[in-house]
């Protein structure tokens, strides 16, 4: 993934200069958070990636069962010792908004979800070679090649599965 990709993206998602970015990217992956407060945010391990915007109303009771974290750990690092504990089941523990994006490197599978009632949206992009998402449809077109079928394809997650709560493993 191009780096370059990512920062064209998180920059157009960006609606003001002195929003917190951040990103992680490798050949295999892009992913990156761009926010105006202290919810969004990324992590990476040898076997996953997250990112994430989220308010968490249980997270400390999450944080108490995953003895493996630091408390002053971000969502995105407590997403990922979830994930790699519970798998996709870590979702129905969650109590809060949230959009959540996890590439396992193990796997080489990405895991997409947003709270049950799409409070934190999530619009992704499929093409034949990537899965392009972003919180907001004008962060899919500036990936190169995409804008065509991103015209046509970007979808909202919560539009695809109601309200019953959104996820889209692949």
Same mark, same amino acid.
Do not use: H
């Given at each position: 993934m191009d780096t370059r990709e990512i920062e064209a993206m998180? +920059?157009? #998602?960006? #609606?003001?200069?002195?929003?917190?970015?951040?990103?992680?990217?490798n050949a295999e992956f892009g992913l990156g958070i761009t926010s105006p407060t202290t919810t969004a945010s990324t992590?990476? +391990?040898?076997? *996953?990636? *997250?990112?994430?915007?989220?308010?968490? +109303?249980? $997270?400390? !009771? !999450?944080?108490?069962r995953? +003895?493996? !974290?630091?408390?002053?750990?971000? #969502?995105?690092?407590?997403?990922?010792?979830? &994930?790699?504990?519970?798998?996709?089941?870590?979702?129905? $523990?969650?109590?809060? *908004?949230?959009?959540?994006a996890i590439w396992d490197f193990r796997s080489k599978s990405l895991l997409l979800a947003t709270d049950r009632f799409g409070v934190k949206p999530l619009c992704y992009s499929a093409t034949t070679r990537?899965?392009?998402f972003a919180s907001q449809p004008r962060g899919i077109s500036k990936r190169k090649g995409s804008k065509a079928r991103q015209q046509s394809s970007t979808r909202k997650l919560?539009?695809? &599965?109601?309200?019953?709560?959104?996820?889209l493993c692949l």
């Open positions: 998180v +920059s157009t #998602l960006a #609606l003001q200069k002195d929003w917190v970015t951040e990103r992680n990217c992590w990476k +391990s040898a076997q *996953v990636a *997250v990112a994430c915007d989220a308010d968490i +109303s249980n $997270q400390d !009771i !999450i944080r108490t995953l +003895s493996s !974290i630091r408390w002053d750990a971000n #969502l995105a690092e407590m997403f990922a010792e979830l &994930y790699l504990r519970d798998g996709p089941e870590l979702l129905n $523990q969650l109590r809060g *908004v949230f959009a959540i990537a899965i392009i919560s539009e695809l &599965y109601g309200c019953s709560g959104a996820a």
